[in-house]
Structure formats: structure tokens, C-alpha cells
């Protein structure tokens, strides 16, 4: 399975900034075969993003929608919104907006399947807080994410998601889990998916780690067997640093 590779920019980068790490980055496309690339800028900046990658191979991708496709939500994005400007991807249920803005399961289950029903790929987030993990409850915690995030959802629609494990004490804070931790979560949610929508291989499911990733760490995931990619935060503002890291995945998974 093509790896796939996201950056994740939360609340960074202007217009013109969007502009030009765009311009700069589809210079080095060629090096990326292989790979899935995609960009989720602030909603603000996604036209700006969608023009620059124009006739690109680099997607677009948001960092999250409402559940509704209009109505009175102020400050909202509906999934409509989302597809006219070219977005193919929508991150749902980051650690950041699950526990800095009080997103629940029934919420990130309304998004997911709206995103699904739209033609969005969700890429969904699921991960244990440091406290958890200590506690031996990792694999728990995911689980009922995943089974709070996909109740009711038909196998079907499996193969357009992507789930990311994203430890929440390794977002953001240099202390990448081990390789030996990410495939024990990302196995775990294989077998969920297993015992509950089938082979993960027939459904056509891609896990990405995401938790402090740079160039200079990202080979060993990326040739785990149970992990087909990433979701990047800080090692993706900067153009340079996010085409190294892409070439280094991919330096991993072709040697
Ligand atoms: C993220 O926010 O999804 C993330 C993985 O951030 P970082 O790479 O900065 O840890």
C-alpha cells in the first residue's frame, strides 16, 4: 500500500506564506513517487493552497468540518465548502480539538460519516494521553475511540479512511513513541477493524503515526508492518524540512 503523509499546519501560516511554501514544494514532486503527499493549511488559506498545487500531485486536505452540510452554525465549514475548493482529505478528531475544544465521540462520529457520505477521506485521529498510557490503558482508549468514531458505519466506506495514532504526550513535544509502541497501537487497530469490518488489507485501511516526526526519525515507522504513513505537525512548516522528511520515508520503504 502507498504510504501517505500528511502535514497537519494547525493555526500557522498566512495566505502568502501558504503561496509560497506551495510554489517551493511542487519543485521537489518528482522526488516524492511512491508516496501520497497531502497539505492541510487553515481553512483560510485553502483556496490559496488549491491554486498553487493546481496540476500537482500534492493534495489538499482540511484540518476538520462540521457534521452538517449548512445550516446556522456560525464559524463553521461545511463538507460542501470543503469540496469546491479541491479538498480531498479531512483530519477529524485531532487530540487538539478532542481535548482543547471539547470534541466527543458522537460528534467525531456525525463527521466521519458525513465526510464519508460527501466524498471526503476522513483521516481520524485516535490516541492515549500520557496518564493512559501509564496506566496500561492504550489499547482501551483506542478502541473505544475507534468504536465511538465508527458505530454504524458500513465496510464498505472503510477503504476512503485513514486512521492516525497520535499519542497525545508525543504531539508536538519531541518525545516520539518508540517503533515497538506504534506497531502495538497500530496492530491494535488492525485487529479492531478486523473483528469488525474485516481484513484490513482487503478494505484497503492506511494507519499513519504521527507524534514529533522529522526526517531524521520517520524511516523506522514508515517499515513497520502495521503503519503505511504520517501525520505531521511541527516538521512540516517549513518546505525544505517537509520534502527531506518525505524523501526519507520513502528512502525507508524502496531499500
Ligand atoms: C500533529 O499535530 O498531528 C502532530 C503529529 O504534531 P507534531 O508532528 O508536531 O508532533
Known amino acids: 500500500m502507498e504510504l501517505i503523509i500528511a502535514a497537519n499546519w494547525k493555526m500557522h501560516k498566512t495566505v502568502a506564506e501558504t503561496g509560497d511554501f506551495c510554489r517551493f514544494i511542487r519543485q521537489s514532486e518528482t522526488l516524492f513517487t511512491g508516496v ?7 481553512f483560510t488559506a485553502l483556496a490559496t493552497a488549491s491554486a498553487a498545487l493546481k496540476g500537482s ?17 456560525t464559524g463553521e465549514i461545511a463538507a460542501p465548502m470543503l469540496l469546491a475548493l479541491g479538498v480531498e482529505y479531512v483530519i477529524i478528531g485531532h487530540s487538539e480539538r478532542r481535548h482543547l475544544m471539547g470534541e466527543d465521540d458522537n460528534q467525531i462520529r456525525q463527521k466521519v460519516k458525513t465526510a464519508l457520505e460527501s466524498g471526503l477521506k476522513p483521516i481520524l485521529c485516535v490516541g492515549e494521553t500520557e496518564k493512559e498510557r501509564e496506566q496500561g490503558l492504550t489499547e482501551a482508549v483506542i478502541e473505544k475511540q475507534l468504536a465511538g468514531a465508527l458505530e454504524g458505519l458500513e465496510s464498505g466506506k472503510i477503504s476512503d479512511l485513514i486512521v492516525a495514532y497520535e499519542p497525545v504526550w508525543a504531539i508536538g513535544t519531541g518525545k516520539a513513541a518508540s517503533t515497538a509502541d506504534a506497531e502495538s497501537a497500530a496492530a491494535s487497530i488492525c485487529r479492531y477493524f478486523l473483528s469488525n469490518f474485516g481484513e484490513k488489507k482487503v478494505v484497503g ?8 516526526v522529522k526526517a531524521d526519525n520517520i524511516g523506522p515507522y514508515m517499515v513497520l508492518p502495521s503503519v503505511q504513513g504520517a501525520l505531521v505537525g511541527g516538521a512540516s ?12 520515508a520513502r528512502k525507508a520503504v524502496i531499500s
Open 36 to 42: 501520497e503527499v497531502l497539505i492541510c493549511p487553515p
Open 57 to 73: 500531485s500534492i493534495k489538499l486536505g482540511a484540518q476538520n468540518m462540521h457534521w452538517e452540510r449548512q445550516g446556522a452554525f
Open 205 to 212: 485501511l492506511r494507519i499513519q503515526y504521527g507524534g514529533s
Open 237 to 248: 512548516l517549513e518546505a525544505n524540512t517537509f520534502s527531506a522528511l518525505i524523501q526519507a
